[in-house]
Structures are given as structure tokens and as C-alpha cells.
């Protein structure tokens, strides 16, 4: 089929972006807020042809779209999307219009490049969940930093700097590994293009060393333990739009690629290594969850909570069965949304009362009732109570784990427990209790446009929560095509040839 | 009777969510009346619906099946379903009755009170999820509704949000639950890799056949069937505060009354006897299980009702019986007496919201007064009130004839006829038990409305009957408090009531051996059969005992219990200290877990990773840099002397045949 939806959806952001920039000087910040809003608004337009176009059916790559980019190296301008690219997409584009809402009023200081950076930003990221050729990949991927690491930069707190260089170096130093196994592969396959690496034979000790390039890219992003500690930094220095985006679409980074490159590719180095992993992913759920318990600053715990809930995601994906990466999948989704619902409830408070640590709060619920209300729902969902889309991922993952090992089972499922105890621990000594304070007795509820980003996010979080259905559905083809292919070994057909 | 049954199942929980959302959303704008309307009225609407279902299931009716699939995965459905049966039935029958009393009688409790709508929403969608729970035809939503009324539960008991006490009870109630919930999500997750299915109906049909497989544990073999049921009882004891896991249970009484009646009669803590009952098919397989249950109940039947001798809240006595009376419960089902565990199930229903209603009635009556060592005398002031508690306390204590002496005679027999290891401890203990049971009950009896008033001047003159709308359910809870026991008597545990819905194998069946001791009386010779025999058995001595005993600690001789006290000290300080369980779980898990994360945090994350090898590595990097800073000497003839050894060793290595 004949399309370039894909190519107006990665376009259509940036281009917005630029224009943003050029037209909403100093002086013109509501003009740049309304062409942002615009812009955010048509590229999420754009995603719903995407969504009525797609077939369910097949595992094929669909809206493909390929020009020569670098002929000399084989590169293509190669575009398209599988199920799991698409929910990807679509959370990505319905984000975006979030974050552009919470940003109306806070940002009040250079609102043209912030509305930018994120539209810019969104049509990368958009790229790397469409890229069918590595370097095209790489390109979005790193691309999409830049805009982050300004956000994070300018509009951050004062550790800021601190923050994004500590951000800048883990990711660096895992994408370059990783851009040195797509030069491997080329110098194996002569291509760029995944579909031949899917079916390139490698041998098993090649295999295990690409695994760890892999790895170190995106482990950095998911992020696993050992190399999560750049977050829990980079989230307090973040303004709220920027946790926003990293929690909800940047993290995800990390768990498409596994799906993406490290199963298909990798094959056999993903079993062989698959006990690695999934003890990487309890050690995230059990360690990190005692780790949030102890946080003192909201942005830190729930940035700790993202690190143990993406566990989920990575020891889902390593059980290797359907349930396991539809759970690991549906987890992602949901973690943007609840994630990102979090930060802006923090953001929300810090609006007010320009503080991030519990202490500062206390009996918040007796002046400001309707955000209580609403944040009591996203920190249930953060608890994986049923009927919020926070269940349904860990529900399944745990299930699949269970197959496998039924320990496995028994320490993800700490969870129920322990992100219960850490998120509403927070929320009662934040939100009830007697007035704590003066600042606290003189906040004002939720305006408006407040009520509007979170009435969205907890419709989304129920509505998958009530009714998952559609979600997997979009998937199944594409998670069953990932099965097989992970199952399949790849070492047989080299026999030998390898050096 | 209706064309099509579906439509009025969906109608029943329906009615009361989109009440629920109503008053909760719109509270403000449709006002305290509005608010207590809707929600009333569809309570109202899903009680006469239940009885209407409730006499379509027992005109041989039934319904198994989907409403919609909530998601399939790796080829196995997950669907939200009815299982319309005997059992789910009687459940929402008494559930939406017990739910409405409550509701009728907030109205008055909460009067004054600034969170009434929300109050309204909350217990509207605390009924939607007790009957999703019970109508359910697979685990999945059993699960769904066992944790909505963990939440509901804990947005209740914390619903002054402004105390401190009532808000560390909820999350304390909030935590406990989930202990047990993931037992509980094991045993379905259990269910599902034995079973491939969360259909109750695929589930049961598939156990006799899976009853053999087994797996090694701990050195030992153990069997599936077994290992699920005990998974699935973890969240049994979470849920209906079996001991170790009651710990939240005394003080959700932080919460208003109305919810603690709720949450004690029909909602919540039934939520793990219906759940055992439900899956007797998988229990009958396994006589540890079975063992495992009666014996966790019958500790908790007589412990717990031990330490509400010493309590002086008059809710916390009433939530020390609850605790006891939900082991009596357990014990049955233990005993795979599951019709006598839902037959108890059903009385204690009645009498136990009609305690609590009536300690409520009280403790408006003396402005939100709890202490009974400020009350006393109430009989006269509020007759109505005391007549009410008095039919209630003979229901709970087994008084023969009322509701609660048939429910708990029959649970005694059957224990007593069990042959399960365990049985001969179980029966002491709630044989032991009803004696305390009269004993705390007359107390509270004695010291709430007999006596001396204690309460001072102020509050004396002015204490009065409360007002219709907390004295009507009051009348109304009283009666099948009374009749429920005779009315169910026969039918329950003789007459094959609930069908299909309750499996006993043979050789387990205590209550057709109890039948067999009754063999010719049937009707109202045989309760009369029962009733003179209930006069001269054990229990009703004991019963009479601890009345006694009560009536002279606190009305003959009260500076008794005093003396009592000074001299078993030790005892007493035990049972005032709940055996210690809040101060070890304190220690241990609240803190534990907390002193653990710190460590782990100051330790794993700030020391180890970001210490030595996050900012580690840049130290390296700086001292590596600043010494090959000493070869950028700036000579040329250094260069590129560099630059041909370089050259040579890597012409070296890649010429190297």
C-alpha cells in the first residue's frame, strides 16, 4: 500500500516545531502556545488514519516507505509499523497534547523553544518506533536527546546540569555500543535493513556479544539495574513536561528495541541469557520498590516506581510466551499514561508550592478535593489495582512468569505489596491528614485546563484498565510473528562459517 | 418472570455504579438529598432485582455465562461473566439487603457530616464490587471484586481523612489485604498454568483429573490442587481476618459505623468464606487444605473472641466477635459443612449489622462516645435501640431459637462429626468459644444499657432515641435475626438448598451424618426437635455460663472485674496487647522493609553504583586524562614518532597470517 501517513506523522511535529520557533518570539508567547496546541493536535489527527488503516490480521510490516538515503552504505529512508509500533505511536502523539496543555501556564520563560522542543521531539521519537533501517533508527534515536537534554537544561532545576550530563553520558556510551554492532551487522549482511538482519544467521558467541551492545543501549533507556541511577536525577531536575516525555515514552525506548532488535536478531543469545535478565528485572521490582519506599521527594519515588513497574516490562518480554510480551507491552502503555498522570500531579502541587518533598505537604485532600480525587486514582493505578490499566500488564506478566517459575511469580508479585505501600504511603502523607501548614491551607484546587489533562489520562488509564481488549488486539499478530521468530535458532544455519 | 434474566443481572451491580459515579461526581451539584436518593434507590432497585433472581434461581433457573471478553492473551480468554447460581443468589440477596439497611440508616448517622455525598458514592460502589465478587463466573473478576472492596474498604475506613488513626488504619488495611491478594493472585496464577482457563465451570471440571499432579516442595510432595487452594486461602485469611492476617480488621473501626456494619455483616469479610465455598470442587481435593482451614479458623474463632473480653470501644467488642465468628465460619468450611459456613454466613449477616447499627445508635445518641465506661442505663432512654441489641446479642450468642443458635449449633455438630486432622482441636475451641462469646456479649449488653449511667450530666439529660431512619433498619435487621435460622434451618443443611453449587465428597460429608441424627422430623418438628435438643446440649450450658458470669461482673458484683484483672495481670496485659501481633508486624515489616530500603538505597544506589562506578569511572577518566595530558608535549617529532609506531603495530596485527 501506497502511503506516506508515517513519514507526515514524524514531519508534521518537527516541521510544527520550527515553526514555532520562528514565528513565537519573546513576545509572542500565546501565539506559540496555540500553534503548538495545533500542531500537537493534527500530528494526533494524523495518528487516528494510522489506527482505522491498520490490519490486525497480519504481522507485516504496514505503511511501508522506502527512498535510497545513503546509497554508498545501502541506507534507506525505510518506514513502517507493526502492531506494536502503532500503540507505541498513539500513545506517543496523545502525549504529546498533553504535555503541550500542562505546559500553558507554567512555562513562562522562553515558551516558543520549550513548545518546540517537544514537538520536535515528538516527531523523533515517532521516527524510532517507524525506522525500518538501523541507521535511520540511530539517527531518531540519538536525534531525539537533543530536545531533551535542552528541556532538561534550561527549563530544569537547579542540579540540572549535574542531571543531564550524568543523563547524556549513560546513554551515549550504550548507543554507541549499539552503533557499533549495526556496523558488524552491515559488514555481515551488506544491508541496513532489519529485515535482513531478522533472517541473517549469526553464530552463538557473536550473538552473545551483540546482545550486550544491545544491552547497554537499552538497558540505559528501560533503565534496568545497574544503570537506573541516571533517572531518578534526571526526573527531579526535569520540568513537569519533561518527566512527562521521559517517563512515559522515553522508557519505552528501551523495551521496544528489546522487541525490535535483541529477540528477533538475537535469537539464541537471548535464551542463553534469559536467566540474566529476568533475575536484572526482579532485582528491579524487589530492590528498587524497598528503594522507592524510602524516598523523601515525590519526583524521586515515582521515578523509582517507573524503574521497578518497567521490571515488568523487561521480565515479561524474557518469558518468552505470548502472555508474557503482551504483558510486558500492555505494561508499557499503561506505564505512560499512569507515569505520566504522576508527574503531573507532582507538578501540579510544585506549581503551588514550589516543593517536591513530601514534608512540604500534608492534608492537601481539605483544599484541594477534586485533585485528591484524581490523584487517588492515579496512585491505585501506580498499585496495579484491577479495573486501572496498572494491572493488566503486571497481571499477565505475572501469569507467564508463573509458567516458567513459579518464584519468578512469587517476587514480581512483592509488588502488590510493596507499590502499595510506597505510592500510598506517599499519597496519605501528602494528600490527608490535618492541614500541615499556612501554604498548604492557601492552595487553590484544579483549574480547568488541570482538570482537563487528568480527566484524559484517567479515562485512558480506566478505559484500559475496564477493557484491554483493543490494546491486544492490536498486537497479537505481531507478538506471535516475535515468539516464533525468538524461537527459532539461528546457530544451526551458520554451522561452521563462523570465524 | 422478566424475558431476558441477563439484562437484570447486569441491572443489579449496574444500578448501584452508576449511583456510585452519580453521587460522587456530581455530588455537589445534586446536593445531600439528591445524593442519598439515587444511591438509595438503586440499592433498593438491585435488592429487588436479587430476590427477584433469587426466586428464579430456586424455581431451577441458573445462568453461566459471559458478558464481555476483557482481553485474550497467548490463547486464553479473560472474560467478565455471571455465574448465577444457588449460592450467588442467596450472597446478593443478602448483600443488597444488608447494603440497603445501611444506606437507610446513614442518612442519620451522618447527618451532620461534610463528606455525605461522598460517603454515599463510596458504599454505593463498595455494594457494586461485593456483588460483582459474588456473581462472578471466573477468577479474573473474582479478583477484580475481591480488590475493589479492598480499596472500597480502605477509602472507608479512612474516610476522615483528617485523623491520623483513621488513616493509618486504612492504609494498614489497605497493606494487610495485599498480603493476602498475593497469595491469592498466585493461586489463580497457579489455576491458570494447571488449568489453561479461569472459567470456574472449565476449572471444576478439569480438578478431579488434575488431582494427582504434584510437584516437590520443600523436600515433600505436594499436590496442585492443594498448593492452589492454600494460595487462594492466603487471600481468604487476608480478607476475612483469619489470624495472622485480622491485624486490620479491630481497627477499621476508625471508620464511620455505617461502613464497619457493612464491612463486618455483608461486604468484604464474607468475600473469603463465599470465595472457599465457591471453590469447594477444588477444596474437596484436598483434605490439608481442608485441615489448613479449620484449624486457622478455629484459632481465630477462640483467640480472637478472647481478647474482646478486655475491650472497652463498644465497636472494637463488636469487631473482636466479627473476627471470632468469621473462625466459626471458616471452621465450617473446613469441615466441608460449606452449607453450615454460608448458613452461619447468612445469620451472622443479620444479627452483626444489627449490632453494629445499634452500637451506632448509641454512639450518636452520646455524641460520638465509644468508651462503654461512659455509658450504662441506655435501656430506658432508647428502648427501641435496646430491644434491638438484646435480639441481636441472643442471636449471636446462640440463644435457642434465634438465627445464630442454628448456624453455629450446626457448625459445632459438623465439626465434632469431621474426621480431618485438626477436628478434635477445632471443636474444642468453638465449643470453648461460645462461653466467651456470651461473656463479651452480655458485657457489652450489661455495660451499654444496664447499670449505672456513667456519662456525665450534660450528655445524660439530653439522650434519646435516635431518629427513624436509624431505628427502622434497626427493626428490620431484627427480624430475620430472629427467623432467619428456622426459616433456613432445614433447607440449608438438609435439603440440598444450594444444589449444584457446593460439592462434598462422601466420605466428607458431615452434614449428611448430622442429618442422619435427626432422621424422622422434618418442618417444625424437627426445628422444635432441634430447639429442645439445643437446651440441653454443651453449648447452651456454656452459654448460659458466660451470660451468668457477665451478669454478675458488671451488674451484681461490678467492682469484680477489677479484682480480676489486678490478679491476672499478666493475662490481661496479653489480651489488651492483641498477643503483640501489631507491635511484631511493626518491628518487622513497617520497619524492617523501610531500614531495608534505606540501606539499600544509601548502599546499592548511592555508595556502589553511583560512588565507585558512576562517578568512579569519571574519576578514572580524569586521572587517566590528566596524565596522558603530559604526552601532547606540542612537539611535532613526538607526533609522529606516535603516529609510526602506531602504524606499525597495527600493520602488525592485521598482516599477521
Known sequence: ?499 | MFENMKLVYMAIPLSCLVASVVAGIFGRKIGRAGAHTITILAVAIAFALSLVVYVDVLEGNKFNGSVYTWMVSGGVPFEIGFLIDELSATMMAVVSFVSLMVHVYTIGYMHDDPGYQRFFSYISLFTFSMLMLVMSNNFLQLFFGWEAVGLMSYLLIGFWFDRESAIAASLKAFLVNRVGDLGFLLGIAAVVALFGSLDYSVVFAGAPGAASKSFSFLGGEMTWITAICLLLFIGAMGKSAQVPLHVWLPDSMEGPTPISALIHAATMVTAGIFMVARMSPLYELSETALSVVMVIGAITAFFMALIGLVQHDIKRVVAYSTLSQLGYMMVALGASAYAAGIFHLVTHAFFKALLFLAAGSVIIALHHQQDMRAMGGLRKPMPITYLTAVIGTLALVGFPGFAGFFSKDAIIEAVHLSELPGSGFAFIAVTAGVFVTAFYSFRLLFLTFHGRPRMDQETRRHVKESPWVVWVPLVLLAIPSILAGAWYFEPMLFGNFFGESLKVLPEHDTLAKLAAKHPEATGVALLWDVIVHGFVSPPTWLFLAGSVLAWVFYIEKPELPEKIVKRFGVIHGVLMNKYGFDEAYNVVFARGTREVGGALWKFGDATLIDGWLVNGTARIVGWVSSAVRHIQTGYVYHYAFAMIIGLFLLLTLFLKP
Open chain 1, 1 to 499: 500500500m501506497e502511503s506516506n501517513l508515517l513519514s507526515l506523522l514524524i514531519w508534521t511535529p518537527i516541521v510544527g516545531g520550527i515553526v514555532v520557533l520562528a514565528a513565537g518570539g519573546e513576545t509572542r508567547a500565546p501565539l506559540a502556545r496555540k500553534l503548538s496546541l495545533a500542531f500537537s493536535i493534527i500530528a494526533l489527527l494524523l495518528s487516528l488514519p494510522l489506527y482505522n488503516g491498520f490490519d490486525k490480521t497480519t504481522a507485516a510490516m504496514q505503511f511501508e516507505e522506502r527512498f535510497p538515503w545513503i546509497s554508498t552504505f545501502n541506507v534507506f529512508y525505510h518506514l513502517g509499523i507493526d502492531g506494536i509500533s502503532l500503540v507505541l505511536i498513539l500513545l506517543t502523539a496523545f502525549l504529546t497534547v498533553i504535555v503541550v496543555i500542562a505546559g500553558w501556564q507554567v512555562i513562562q520563560d522562553k515558551v516558543a523553544q520549550y513548545m518546540a522542543a517537544f514537538l520536535i521531539m515528538e516527531g523523533l521519537m515517532i521516527g524510532v518506533f517507524s525506522s525500518l533501517d538501523a541507521i535511520l533508527f540511530y539517527v531518531f534515536w540519538e536525534g531525539m536527546l537533543i530536545p531533551m537534554f535542552l528541556i532538561i537544561g534550561i527549563w530544569g532545576g537547579p542540579n540540572r546540569i549535574y542531571a543531564t550530563i550524568k543523563f547524556f553520558l549513560y546513554t551515549l556510551l550504550g548507543s554507541l555500543l549499539m552503533l557499533v554492532a549495526f556496523i558488524y551487522l552491515y559488514q555481515q549482511s551488506g544491508s541496513f535493513s532489519l529485515a535482513d538482519y531478522y533472517d541473517l544467521p549469526i553464530g552463538k558467541n557473536t550473538q552473545i556479544m551483540l546482545f550486550f551492545a544491545f544491552l547497554a543501549a537499552f538497558a540505559v533507556k528501560v533503565p534496568m539495574v545497574p544503570v537506573h541511577t541516571w533517572l531518578p536525577d534526571a526526573h527531579v531536575e526535569a520540568p513537569t513536561g519533561g518527566s512527562v516525555i521521559l517517563a512515559a515514552i522515553m522508557l519505552k525506548m528501551g523495551g521496544y528495541g528489546f522487541l525490535r532488535f535483541s529477540l528477533p536478531i538475537l535469537p539464541d543469545a537471548s535464551h542463553i541469557l534469559a536467566g540474566f535478565m529476568i533475575t536484572l528485572s526482579l532485582i528491579a521490582i524487589v530492590y528498587i520498590a524497598l528503594v522507592a519506599l524510602v524516598q523523601d521527594d515525590m519526583k524521586k519515588l515515582i521515578a523509582y516506581s517507573s524503574i521497578a513497574h518497567m521490571g515488568f516490562v523487561t521480565l515479561g518480554f524474557f518469558v518468552f510466551s505470548a502472555q508474557g510480551i503482551e504483558g510486558g507491552i500492555v505494561q508499557m502503555i499503561s506505564h505512560g499514561f499512569i507515569s505520566g498522570a504522576l508527574f503531573l500531579c507532582v507538578g501540579v502541587l510544585y506549581d503551588r508550592m514550589h516543593s517536591r518533598l513530601i514534608s512540604s505537604y500534608g492534608g492537601v485532600a481539605n483544599t484541594m478535593p477534586v485533585f485528591a480525587a484524581f490523584m487517588m486514582l492515579f496512585a491505585m493505578a501506580n498499585a496495579g489495582l484491577p479495573g486501572t490499566s496498572g494491572f493488566v500488564g503486571e497481571f499477565l506478566v505475572i501469569l507467564a512468569a508463573f509458567k516458567i517459575n513459579a518464584w519468578y511469580a512469587v517476587l514480581a508479585g512483592t509488588t502488590l505489596i510493596f507499590g502499595a505501600a510506597y505510592t500510598l504511603w506517599m499519597y496519605k502523607r501528602v494528600i490527608f491528614g490535618v492541614i500541615a501548614n499556612t501554604e498548604v491551607k492557601t492552595l487553590t484546587d484544579v483549574n480547568n485546563r488541570e482538570i482537563l489533562f487528568l480527566t484524559l489520562l484517567a479515562g485512558m488509564v480506566l478505559l484500559i484498565g475496564v477493557w484491554p481488549f483493543p490494546i491486544l488486539d492490536l498486537v497479537h499478530a505481531s507478538v506471535e510473528q516475535l515468539v516464533a521468530q525468538s524461537a527459532v535458532s539461528k546457530i544451526e544455519i551458520v554451522t561452521g562459517a563462523i570465524r
